[in-house]
């Protein structure tokens, strides 16, 4: 995988595995995929023709997008969603 070097630390990954980007959001792996085929989950990149990657900082923006403070944002947001 592709990565950024800091002066003194580990390299920071730039795009981690389906597995990993799952680990990393809680969800399972076939959840990503299955969000990746209805389109409605993060930006992927595409690696290979076989091998499908996510940006760190794709994931980060995804998750941030999706932050509420309470149930009620949830049910306003959906209802945006739908209309």
Do not use: C, H
């Not at 597995?19 to 409605?40: D, F, H, I, K, V």
């Not at 076989?50 to 309470?70: K, N, P």
């Amino acid at each position: 995988m592709l990565s950024i070097k800091d002066k003194g630390s580990s390299p920071a990954p730039l795009v981690v595995s389906e597995r990993q980007a799952a680990a990393m959001t809680g969800l399972g792996y076939r959840t990503l995929q299955a969000m990746r085929l209805s389109g409605n989950g993060p930006a992927f990149v595409q690696l290979s023709k076989r091998r499908v990657g996510y940006s760190v900082a794709e994931l980060e923006r995804w998750i941030s997008e999706r932050s509420v403070q309470s149930t009620a944002e949830v049910t306003v947001r959906a209802q945006r969603e739908g209309s």
